[in-house]
C-alpha cells in the first residue's frame, strides 16, 4: 500500500540552526502539507501545497519556514533558525484531490535545545 | 471563523459496549466531515469521512453520523476493544479546502 514518508523520524538540534525536515509524499497525489503537533496539543495546520506553489499557510508559517518541491517527488520543510518553541512532531500530509482522505506521514520529531 | 469542540476528557469505556465520541462545529456546515485516529508518536490515520448530505456512514464497527441541524457528529464504535483504545480526530474541510481539526478524545476501552 502507498505511504507517505518522512526523515529524519527524530532530529535534534541546537537554537538558532537550520533544519530540513523531508517528505515523500504518495506518487499520484497533487496536495500536500506540513502539520505540527506539540506534545499533549492538537495537530496545527502550517501550509499547503499544490501545482508547485503555496496555496494557504497559517500564522505559524512565518519567515523562518519555507517549503520547497524540489524534484517533483520530495517536499521539504525547511526551518532557517529553530527557536525553543519549534520543538515538535511535524507532520507530512498528502491527497489526490481538494477533499477527502488525508495520508500522513510518520512524523519528524523536532528536539531544539 | 469554524472551531471544531471535541470533548478534552479521556472516555473510559468498558471492552464490548458501544463508545461514542461527539464532535461539534460552531460555524457553517463543512461538505465533508472526517474521523481520524491517532495512536501516541503516530501520524493520524483516516477512518471514515461522511458528507453533509449525509446521515451515516459505516465501516465494519464503525459508524458515523453527521446532523448538520445540531451542527455535530457523532462517532461509534460497537463491541469496543482495547485495541481501539487511541485519541479519535474529528476534522472538517473549510471554504479553501483546508482541514480543521479538533484536538481529539482519547479513548481508553478497558477489558
Known amino acids: 500500500e502507498p505511504e507517505v514518508t518522512q526523515t529524519p523520524s527524530h532530529q535534534v538540534t541546537q537554537m538558532g540552526q537550520e533544519v530540513i525536515l523531508r517528505c515523500v509524499p504518495i506518487?499520484?497525489?497533487?496536495?500536500f502539507y506540513w502539520y505540527r503537533q506539540i506534545l499533549g496539543q492538537k495537530v496545527e495546520f502550517l501550509v499547503s501545497?499544490?501545482?508547485?506553489?503555496?496555496?494557504?499557510k497559517s500564522e505559524i508559517f512565518d519567515d523562518q519556514f519555507s517549503v520547497e518541491r524540489p524534484d517533483g517527488s520530495n517536499f521539504t520543510l525547511k526551518i532557517r533558525s529553530t527557536k525553543l518553541e519549534d520543538s515538535a512532531m511535524y507532520f507530512c500530509?498528502?491527497?489526490?484531490?481538494?477533499?477527502?482522505?488525508?495520508?500522513f506521514g510518520e512524523g519528524s520529531r523536532l528536539t531544539v535545545l | 471563523s469554524q472551531k471544531i469542540e471535541q470533548n478534552s476528557e479521556a472516555l473510559n469505556i468498558q471492552e464490548g459496549k458501544t463508545a461514542t465520541l461527539t464532535c461539534n462545529y460552531t460555524?457553517?456546515?463543512?461538505?465533508?466531515l472526517q474521523w481520524y485516529r491517532q495512536d501516541p508518536g503516530r501520524g493520524p490515520v483516516f477512518l471514515l469521512l461522511?458528507?453533509?448530505n449525509e446521515k451515516e456512514k459505516r465501516k465494519e464497527r464503525l459508524k458515523v453520523t453527521f446532523d448538520t441541524t445540531l451542527k455535530q457528529s457523532l462517532f461509534h464504535i460497537t463491541a469496543s476493544q482495547p485495541a481501539d483504545s487511541a485519541t479519535y480526530l474529528c476534522?472538517?474541510?473549510?471554504?479553501?479546502?483546508?482541514?480543521?481539526w479538533g484536538a481529539g478524545t482519547k479513548l481508553i476501552i478497558k477489558p
Open positions: 500530509a498528502s491527497r489526490q484531490g481538494q477533499h477527502g482522505e488525508l495520508f
Open positions: 476534522a472538517l474541510d473549510d471554504s479553501n479546502y483546508q482541514l480543521i
Open positions: 501545497f499544490y501545482n508547485n506553489e503555496i496555496s494557504e
Open positions: 461522511i458528507r453533509e
Open positions: 506518487s499520484n497525489h497533487l496536495y
Open positions: 460555524n457553517y456546515s463543512p461538505a465533508y
